[in-house]
């Protein structure tokens, strides 16, 4: 019986040992580890990697990316990494660390997510850790807004995967076939709930939705200014121009919290979205977005 019992605990102990974190936060495995930004490619490499690897993700929930540093324990994990999968364009945790990141771990491949992605500049502000603004004619990097250009981010960590793994090459091909049918699905439901809004415009805080309003026709209004609230005079203009576009909803990420919002929405009669573009689910994300355009 004893023996048994033995035998039951060997067996299990590289599977225990798989979901063990100790409380300093970081978890004890021994799969091979990629490491990625943020919680929407997280998900895209989970989908892809399956078993074979451990995805690391940076920036929790909840946290800005534009303006995160890594905890030392985060900079442990990040250094066990075979390849970092960065989001590309400028985001601003990426602009900080990125070269910091590959000075300590030289063995560790950086693909960029974003290759292949028609960029857009001049929809956003370029801010540093210290939240401070430093440039606004830059390359936007809320790539993930878009369905269509997730669709080349998943095709991006495949290459990756398939490159640092090629004995399981098929398996993330196959797996990134799957993953780009869930991507088209998603793609086709936000066109077809968008498509009758062509032409129409919704504000938001900070400007994270640029890529979806170009890929599906719309005009996103922001009330940020250099990544500060805007001044009354400011905003009154911003008010005039959004009731000129028939603005009726205004969203506001959780990440960043102005008062202003309240105050512009009311003065337009508009709906105030609280959305999460960093969500893990990003596609029931896009689609929640999509449907609050849309009604
Ligand atoms: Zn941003």
Redesign the pocket.
């Given at each position: 019986m004893l023996t048994r019992i033995l035998h039951i605990i060997i067996a299990l102990t590289p599977v225990l040992s798989l979901f063990v974190t100790s409380c300093t936060g970081v978890s004890h495995h021994d799969k091979r580890v990629v490491s990625v930004t943020i919680q929407p490619q997280k998900y895209l490499a989970e989908q892809i990697a399956g078993e074979h690897f451990l995805i690391n993700c940076v920036v929790p929930a909840n946290s800005n990316?534009?303006a995160y540093d890594p905890t030392p324990m985060q900079l442990v994990e990040i250094d066990k990494s075979e390849a970092y999968l960065r989001v590309g364009g400028m985001?601003?945790f990426e602009m900080s660390w990125m070269d910091r990141l590959s000075q300590n771990n030289p063995d560790m491949k950086i693909y960029d997510t974003s290759e292949g992605v028609d960029m857009l500049t001049g929809t956003?502000?370029h801010?540093h850790g210290n939240g401070v603004v430093h440039a606004c004619n830059v390359i936007?990097?809320?790539i993930w807004s878009s369905p269509r250009n997730v669709r080349i981010m998943a095709r991006n960590i495949c290459r990756a995967l398939t490159e640092i793994d090629a004995d399981n090459a098929s398996y993330y091909r196959a797996n990134c076939d799957k993953l780009i049918q869930r991507i088209d699905s998603v793609d086709a439901v936000v066109e077809e709930l968008l498509a009758p809004c062509r032409g129409m415009a919704f504000a938001i805080y900070?400007?994270?939705l640029s890529y979806l309003a170009r890929d599906y026709g719309l005009s996103q209004l922001c009330l940020e200014n250099m990544g500060k609230e805007n001044s009354a005079m400011a905003l009154k203009n911003t008010v005039d121009e959004a009731i000129e576009h028939g603005v009726k909803v205004v969203f506001v990420q959780q990440e960043f919290n102005p008062r202003q919002v309240e105050t512009f929405a009311r003065e337009l009669n508009a709906e105030v979205v609280t959305i999460n573009p960093l969500n893990y689910d990003w596609a029931t994300e896009i689609i929640n977005i999509a449907h609050a355009i849309a009604r």
């Open positions: 990316p534009e985001l601003g956003h502000c801010t936007d990097p809320h900070h400007p994270s």
